[in-house]
């Protein structure tokens, strides 16, 4: 395999694994009771797999222009924020409870990712202010304006 193709094979691979994701986060949206409990994350669902496939159908064929792919430091600077992700989506969200797991994997992204020096308590407040703020917004959104059943489980 060439060094040039690299970057459009490690598109196709990416755009398949999302668009793999979004077919059984869909597929789950249709298929899991109550139904009037996922009448939004199917929306958002059907939405997500529509944009996932094309974007899949166009790194196959070639349509889509992709930079010089994902280098190592680049994957290494990712890997703890996709572990955390992933903790959070099989496990922490319906063990913990919706509200309480996203407040925990969000202040954890903003820590880890945050370029602010982790020696200086006024980027902790920071940190803790913006992620009371980012879960206010959440639960406005969720719970007062939209309505929909979020994971309640240990907390809430």
């Known amino acids: 395999m060439s060094n040039s193709s690299l970057p459009r094979v490690q598109h196709i691979i990416g ?3 999302v668009a793999a ?3 059984t986060v869909c597929y789950i949206s249709y298929t ?3 139904s009037e409990a996922f009448l939004f994350p199917r929306l958002i669902a059907t ?3 529509v944009l996932a496939l094309w974007t899949f159908v ?4 070639g349509w889509t222009k992709v930079g010089n792919g994902l280098s ?3 994957f290494s600077n990712l890997a703890p924020g996709l572990i955390i992700a992933l903790i959070y989506i099989f496990w922490a969200a319906k063990g913990l409870g919706f509200y309480t797991a996203t407040s925990i994997s969000f202040f954890i992204l903003l820590s880890l990712y945050d370029p602010a ?3 200086v308590l006024k980027s902790w407040v920071k940190r803790i202010i913006t992620t009371v703020c980012f879960m206010a917004v959440m639960y406005g959104l969720f719970a007062l304006l939209l309505k929909v ?3 309640r489980e240990i907390f809430f």
């Open 15 to 17: 755009s398949g694994v």
């Open 21 to 23: 994701v979004g077919a």
């Open 32 to 34: 899991q009771q109550p």
């Open 47 to 49: 939405v997500f797999v």
């Open 58 to 61: 166009k790194a196959c064929l």
């Open 72 to 74: 190592l430091t680049q």
């Open 117 to 119: 020096p982790h020696g």
């Open 149 to 151: 059943y979020t994971p």
